[in-house]
């Protein structure tokens, strides 16, 4: 659909595209005998400038963060509503705000593990919350860190931290991109949302935790609601499976639930899980105008980070490259 108020930013945008790690590239950094020398290969490419800033193959997060902050940046800048980039960032406030809350939980100093990217700045939040004053923060997510702030004097649990700020951070995306009035970002947020349900839901069934359990950790505003996973608890898991073929993602389940049964372990089924959310934003490709094509150069960059992330980490730990390449996520050119 032509949307003309997207003209210029997606304009800008395609000339980017062609610069993005393409598989020819990432194959390349997979044979690399060195992290050293993946490190070289991405010094051919846009990465090159912030390679600079960096002594040893260690720093590699470093890289990775400022790419994605310089990314974030250009889309506030090109964006008629710059507000919709705060959708995507949401989720670097929520892991800032799992950190802190943490580390305060349990005494414990773990500043190393923030993110600078996000909507609110480290400093500012950390004010916050030491002073309980997060009237600023969206609704959804100041109910629910009341909701933390009261269990932390009954029950101490470090667990209902994660499962809390999940909730809330997937609710009020959803409740952003409903604002926006945007089909395309609402069911991009929905697809997610139902991926992480059923991840959700095959470990809460093998691990027999029951139904209580589950209303407790499952997401909202999924295209499956509570009461379909509920339903299928008790029943073996390819009935769940079944229950799915009309879906768009029936084959990420059934190719992952293939594996974990060979396997034990949902490996393969988070990397599938990931290419289907991955290819939702490739569609933006053949956009002509509108958002799509944005919102897919912003995943993109994501996923490049993941697959610099998972090279770097089995180069240094000397994992052989059949396993790194089937680690690796799809790439957007």
């Known amino acids: 659909m032509f949307d003309n108020k997207y003209l210029y930013a997606v304009t800008r945008t ?32 846009e990465y090159a400038d912030v390679l600079t800033e960096m002594s040893n193959p260690l720093d590699y997060e470093t890289v990775i963060s400022k790419e994605i902050e ?72 100041a109910e629910g860190l009341e909701e933390i702030f009261r269990s932390f004097e009954n029950n101490p ?55 209580d359990y589950l209303r407790k950790v499952l997401l909202t505003n999924g295209k499956l609601d509570i009461e379909y996973f509920s339903k299928y608890l008790d029943e073996p898991l390819d009935s769940f499976k079944d229950s799915l073929w009309s879906r768009d993602f029936y084959n990420v389940l059934e190719e992952g639930l293939e594996s974990y049964y060979k396997t034990k372990t949902f490996t393969k089924l988070e990397k599938l899980a990931d290419d289907y ?27 490049e980070a993941k697959i610099i992330r998972i090279i770097m980490v089995g180069k240094m730990n000397n994992i052989p490259n059949e396993i790194i390449r089937e680690r690796l996520r799809d790439v957007y050119v």
């Open 14 to 45: 395609r000339a980017l595209e062609i610069k993005l790690l393409d598989s020819a590239k990432v194959e390349r950094m997979v044979e690399a005998k060195s992290a050293e020398d993946v490190m070289k290969i991405l010094a051919e490419t």
């Open 157 to 211: 649990d470090p667990q209902m931290i994660d499962i809390i700020l999940d909730k809330c951070q997937y609710k009020a995306m959803y409740q952003l991109a409903e604002k926006s009035r945007n089909a395309f970002l609402r069911d991009f947020i929905s697809a997610q949302i139902d991926m992480i349900n059923v991840k959700s839901f095959l470990r809460i069934k093998e691990a027999g935790l029951g139904r």
């Open 277 to 303: 959310i991955f290819n939702i934003a490739k569609k933006g490709k053949y956009v002509a105008f509108g958002i799509e094509p944005l919102v897919g150069y912003l995943m993109a960059k994501e996923n």
């Open 70 to 141: 310089s990314t974030y940046n250009y889309m506030r800048e090109i964006l008629p509503e710059p507000e919709l980039v705060d959708i995507f960032l949401l989720k670097y406030d929520i892991h800032n705000m799992k950190v802190l809350l943490k580390s305060n939980l349990l005494g414990e100093e773990n500043d190393y593990l923030l993110r600078e990217q996000g909507t609110i700045t480290i400093s500012r939040l950390k004010e916050m919350l030491k002073e309980r004053d997060i009237r600023e923060l969206h609704p959804v997510i």
